[in-house]
């Protein structure tokens, strides 16, 4: 028989939240190792994802790192290598007269963590976005620094320069057991044989429940379906328009390739469970067009579009919309980095830092996670959103 193959980590799920953990734990010098992906490098939400980048949050952590994180998206080259495809367009929130008060927090917030951020009129917002209607009183906040990158290019380059500091990666492994033994992680095994490991980072975005249930561990983490339009507006939209995140209509936009528009909802979708593995990759029928008469009440020429096309994928929502992060307290060896609650794409090159971080010293130190602790919900500590109805905006 052979001997089993070890590995000082082992890293289960290929999108840019597992990709980034493995490349900054091969940065870290952890050891030998192994990335396991059951299917190829992002191919699960990473791949389904709008994959904006902005720091307009209103929970102070989450806010924190998604400054951490925009600014390695803009030295991408130097810090990883590669491309990340990031296109700094700007971003405009708009907000309907509700929101006035939890948005002027939330600026006061972001600015106090050295977010550059702060209100246009809707004179100057129009300015910035020619095609918006947008009524006088209305508070617009303005990011300049956010826009959109590429999850293909993230994770991908992730993974390469993981494998170039001489770190493994498995595609088409699935793990189907985590064994522990006398409180430590002892092995994982997978379709292609065992790992003897000290430690696991389980990043399976919405497969994050049966993976810990793999351990004996409850990540409440719920597969959530939401679905994205593409339209085809009658003149090309190009990246010289900002992302929009319109609170009012419920609706965000940034302009796609092929000068199309991707359209996307900050209502959440299905509010029940889904299965990642088996799901309707299309926007149900109706859909597109209601999203496009919301759409069409901030941006009236968007009602001459046509439907090029959308797609679906998963969210994978926790009850406070945060990510949990962090060790076991009761498994020695098994940590976790999951429930980004459809914005995780922007967090996972600070997400992959912190997690490297948590497992090389055992505790995060560029930021605190111990808000993102697994524990808070049962501690009835959950984070508290500015804007609960776009749990999504975070
Ligand atoms: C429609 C949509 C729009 C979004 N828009 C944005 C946005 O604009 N901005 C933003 O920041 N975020 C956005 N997100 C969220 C973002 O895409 C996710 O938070 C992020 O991609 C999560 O990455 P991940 O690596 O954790 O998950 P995934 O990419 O799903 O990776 C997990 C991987 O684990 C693998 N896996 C699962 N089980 C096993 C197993 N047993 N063994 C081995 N491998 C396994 C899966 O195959 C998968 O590849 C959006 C999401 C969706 C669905």
Redesign the pocket.
């Known amino acids: 028989m052979s001997a089993m193959e070890r590995a000082d980590a082992v890293v289960?799920?290929?999108?840019?939240?597992?990709?980034s953990i493995a490349f900054n734990l091969a940065r870290r010098r952890f050891g030998r190792l192994v990335l396991?992906?059951?299917?190829?490098?992002?191919?699960?939400?990473?791949?389904?994802?709008?994959?904006?980048?902005?720091t307009h949050y209103t929970t102070p952590p989450t806010a924190r790192m998604a400054l951490l994180a925009r600014g390695i998206f803009e030295r991408f080259g130097e810090e990883v290598g590669g491309e990340a495809g990031f296109v700094r367009t700007g971003m405009l929130v708009v907000c309907g007269p509700a929101h006035r008060e939890a948005v002027e927090e939330t600026v006061r917030m972001n600015r106090q963590l050295g977010i550059e951020t702060g209100f246009v009129s809707a004179g100057e917002a129009c300015r910035l976005h020619p095609l918006l209607a947008i009524p006088e009183e209305a508070p617009v906040v303005f990011e300049p620094r956010s826009g959109?990158a590429s999850?293909h290019d993230v994770?991908g380059s992730y993974a390469r320069a993981f494998a170039g500091l001489g770190g493994l990666v498995r595609q088409q492994?699935?793990?189907?057991a985590i064994r522990i033994r006398a409180g430590r992680v002892e092995a994982v095994e997978?379709n292609a044989g065992s790992i003897a490991t000290g430690h696991v980072v389980i990043?399976?975005?919405?497969?994050?429940g049966?993976?810990g249930r793999?351990a004996g561990l409850d990540l409440p983490v719920m597969a959530s379906r939401?679905?994205?339009v593409t339209l085809r507006p009658t003149a090309e939209y190009g990246s010289h328009y900002p992302v929009v995140i319109d609170l009012a209509s419920e609706v965000?936009f940034r302009p796609e390739t092929g000068g199309l528009i991707l359209l996307?909802d900050t209502r959440h979708g299905e509010d029940r469970p889904g299965d990642?593995d088996r799901y309707e990759d299309r926007p149900a029928p109706g859909y597109a067009a209601e999203l496009t008469e919301r759409l069409s009440r901030r941006m009236p020429a968007a009602a001459e579009a046509g439907i090029a096309g959308g797609?679906?994928?998963?969210?994978?929502v926790t009850p406070d919309w945060n990510p949990i992060m962090g060790s076991s307290a009761e498994v020695q060896g098994l940590h976790y980095?999951?429930g980004?609650?459809?914005?995780?794409?922007?967090?996972?090159p600070v997400a992959g830092l912190l997690m490297a971080e948590q497992l090389a010293d055992g505790r995060a130190s560029t930021l605190d996670i111990t808000p993102y602790r697994l524990e808070r919900f049962g501690e009835g500590q959950p984070l508290r959103l500015g804007y609960p109805q776009a749990g999504?905006v975070a």
Do not use: D, N
């Open positions: 289960i799920g290929g999108g840019v939240m597992g990709t396991l992906e059951k299917g190829a490098i992002c191919s699960g939400t990473s791949a389904k994802s709008s994959a904006i980048v902005r959109f999850p994770a492994t699935a793990v189907s997978t990043a399976a975005g919405p497969w994050a049966p993976v793999l939401q679905s994205i965000y996307g990642p797609w679906s994928g998963m969210y994978e980095c999951v980004f609650s459809g914005h995780g794409f922007k967090l996972a999504v």
